[in-house]
T-cell receptor
Framework: EAGVAQSPRYKIIEKRQSVAFWCNPI?????LYWYQQILGQGPKLLIQ????????DSQLPKDRFSAERLKGVDSTLKIQPAKLEDSAVYLC???????????FGPGTRLTVL | AQKITQTQPGMFVQEKEAVTLDCTYD???????LFWYKQPSSGEMIFLIY??????QNATEGRYSLNFQKARKSANLVISASQLGDSAMYFC?????????????FGTGTLLAVQP
């Protein structure tokens, strides 16, 4: 069974630029999560989707971050414009359903200069 | 608000010895799950073990066991017979049940170094 796929693995941009990350969850997984992990901290949930609907986006900085999950499969997370403090690893995870084990992708390491 | 506290930023252990990684949590929920994840230097989060708040027996998965003390709100991870490949960052996490979200709330992690 293929795991959660994410791309790109690394991205370096300058502040005020835009960036997008892509996630393809495990086939059949209805729930998809985006976490932000700042260096030295544990991951923090940005947004959770159930199929193509948003379950929780309370910690998503909506003035600059957006996410979508069209057709309830893969998802994109966008930052526009990026700030220095957005430098982090962005982890995508998926689970079969809301209460099931979450499987994580390899992450995208973003550096904002 | 829910919170996970890991007070050990770093730990050393000799190969083949056992090590305990501490985790305490704070929640007003009656139903929740507790998790441990391993994060090697490559960055992926690897699920290790799970304990439900109503489980009376401590969870075990191979060399991993979770020492669950509900009254003290602690969920320590015990790794027996440490191996060099166990060197990694370890995160304790919790997830509420029954609400709209089952997001994982993570602690700050413990960096484990296994010495030969």
């Amino acid at each position: 069974e293929a795991g959660v796929a994410q791309s790109p693995r690394y991205k370096i941009i300058e502040k005020r630029q835009s960036v997008a990350f892509w996630c393809n969850p495990i086939s059949g997984h209805a729930t998809l999560y985006w976490y932000q992990q700042i260096l030295g901290q544990g991951p923090k949930l940005l947004i959770q989707f159930q199929n193509n609907g948003v379950v929780d986006d309370s910690q998503l900085p909506k003035d600059r971050f957006s996410a979508e999950r069209l057709k309830g499969v893969d998802s994109t997370l966008k930052i526009q414009p990026a700030k220095l403090e957005d430098s982090a690893v962005y982890l995508c995870a998926s689970s079969l359903g809301r209460g099931d084990e979450q499987f994580f992708g390899p992450g995208t390491r973003l550096t904002v200069l | 608000a829910q919170k996970i506290t890991q007070t050990q930023p770093g730990m050393f252990v000799q190969e083949k010895e056992a090590v305990t990684l501490d985790c305490t949590y704070d929640t007003s929920d009656q139903s929740y799950g507790l998790f441990w994840y391993k994060q090697p230097s490559s960055g992926e989060m690897i699920f290790l073990i799970y304990q439900g708040s109503y489980d009376e027996q401590n969870a075990t998965e191979g060399r991993y066991s979770l020492n669950f003390q509900k009254a003290r709100k602690s969920a320590n991870l015990v790794i027996s017979a440490s191996q060099l490949g166990d060197s990694a960052m370890y995160f304790c996490a919790m997830s509420p049940w029954g609400g709209a979200t089952n997001k994982l709330i993570f602690g700050t992690g413990t960096l484990l170094a296994v010495q030969p």
